[in-house]
């Protein structure tokens, strides 16, 4: 007699149909931390074919992704800690080099650095929304003063000779900026009193306040663990391509990232400074925009000496401070390419202009204002990766360190 073998894919067949029947019923009680749990379970078993461990691990980062939009808002404490402790840590490093005890360097900075930054947000937050509310409402009066600019420019006798009706172009162009400006006018009126709005749920956040000092003293007196876990876990697998990807990564971001913040730290104190001297008005307010232009290279500069531009010539005395403002762009422009960049970022990140552009156009389409604020160096480690899959060189891209 010939012995009847079963089939074994038929009972996992039957099991699974049951199950996804199953989940069908009770799928209003389902959340994806269920649903997570449940496929962890299944593909743990069954991680030594390469296909599932793939997944596994795209299961991971879904999950990891979903867990963090859900937990943002009670995250932000940490988030913000965590990335104190992030800038803080060559100042920790120089204080610990002088011999000065980690936890008391941690309450130092903690007292000094993070305070300071608070007290700073708090007092200048007010100003800061008065003098956004004050620039939208020069916004209106844009439109007339384009229009008599441009009446000007066509009252020149060289436009009489050529056969051009005038008044039909000229009721275009003041037709086509009217509608722009109200566009603009309602977006920056709309954006002024949500800016209005939220100030008191910034200032009501009291559980972010009293979190936000204990969190980064924590954060600056154990960050050294976190680093001494990682590159323990990373130096168990040396050859592995994760290993030194992460290692790229970390390269681009904390050299630019770091240094890029703190020297827009200080453009904006120069270019605050100085506006006020000249006697510009909304100076904390162009001079933040101006410090700020530095994460978007070409893009951001060009905004703010346009925004800047735009105060001037609406001012009592536009010649003298069209002169005393661009020569503290010259000054301060100088400044940052001369100095501040190559000692402070350095030379991690190069980008050809043609991809810096693309990708700030393309981050910013798909994820919005973070994805402008993390195209640079995000795009800098892909074209990175791809340049070291196709040629195994990543110098042209990212410098060594010396």
Do not use: C
């Not at 204080?95 to 200048?124: C, M």
């Not at 050529?162 to 920056?188: M, P, R, W, Y």
């Not at 972010?208 to 876990?229: G, H």
Request: hydrophobic share 55%; aromatic share 14%; no cysteine.
């Amino acid at each position: 007699m010939h012995e009847t073998h079963r089939n074994p894919n038929v009972p996992v067949a039957i099991v699974a149909i049951g199950a996804l029947f199953l989940a069908f019923e009770i799928r209003s009680v389902l959340s994806p931390l269920l649903i997570f749990i449940i496929l962890i379970f299944i593909a743990q078993p069954h991680r030594s074919n390469p296909i599932v461990n793939r997944l596994f691990w795209g299961i991971i980062l879904l999950f990891g992704i979903w867990i963090f939009s859900e937990l943002a808002g009670l995250l932000t404490p940490f988030i913000i800690a965590l990335l104190l402790a992030y800038l803080f840590e060559p100042l920790m490093n120089f204080l610990l080099k002088h011999k000065i005890p980690r936890a008391l360097s941690a309450l130092l900075l903690t007292f000094f650095g993070v305070g300071g930054i608070t007290l700073l947000i708090v007092l200048l937050l007010p100003e800061i929304a008065s003098q956004v509310s004050a620039f939208a409402g020069i916004i209106p009066m844009i439109p007339g003063y384009l229009q008599t600019f441009i009446n000007w420019v066509f009252s020149f006798e060289v436009f009489s000779w050529l056969t051009i009706d005038i008044a039909s172009v000229t009721n275009n162009i003041n037709s086509l900026l009217n509608k722009q400006f109200e566009d603009i006018g309602s977006l920056a009126t709309n954006f002024t009193q949500t800016v209005l709005k939220s100030i008191p749920k910034v200032i009501s956040a009291i559980t972010t306040v009293i979190l936000l000092p204990f969190l980064s003293f924590w954060f600056l007196n154990d960050f050294n663990r976190f680093s001494d876990a990682l590159r323990t876990l990373l130096n168990k697998r040396p050859d592995s391509p994760a290993h030194k990807y992460i290692l790229m990564a970390r390269e681009i971001f904390n050299q630019y990232v770091r240094g890029l913040i703190i020297v827009m730290g200080i453009e904006m104190v120069l270019y605050s400074t100085a506006f006020s001297i000249i006697g510009l008005n909304y100076p904390l307010l162009l001079g933040m925009i101006s410090g700020a232009a530095l994460w978007l290279p070409y893009i951001g500069i060009s905004t703010a000496i346009l925004l800047t531009s735009l105060v001037i010539a609406l001012s009592s005395n536009p010649a003298e401070q069209f002169f005393w403002a661009g020569l503290t762009y010259l000054s301060i422009q100088a400044l940052e390419i001369l100095f501040m960049v190559p000692k402070i970022v350095g030379g991690k990140v190069h980008l050809n202009p043609i991809i810096l552009f693309l990708s700030i156009i393309l981050f910013g389409y798909f994820f919005g204002i973070p994805g402008i604020f993390v195209s640079i160096p995000v795009s800098a480690f892909i074209v990175a990766l791809i340049r070291e899959k196709l040629y195994n060189d990543t110098d042209a891209f990212i410098e060594k360190n010396g």
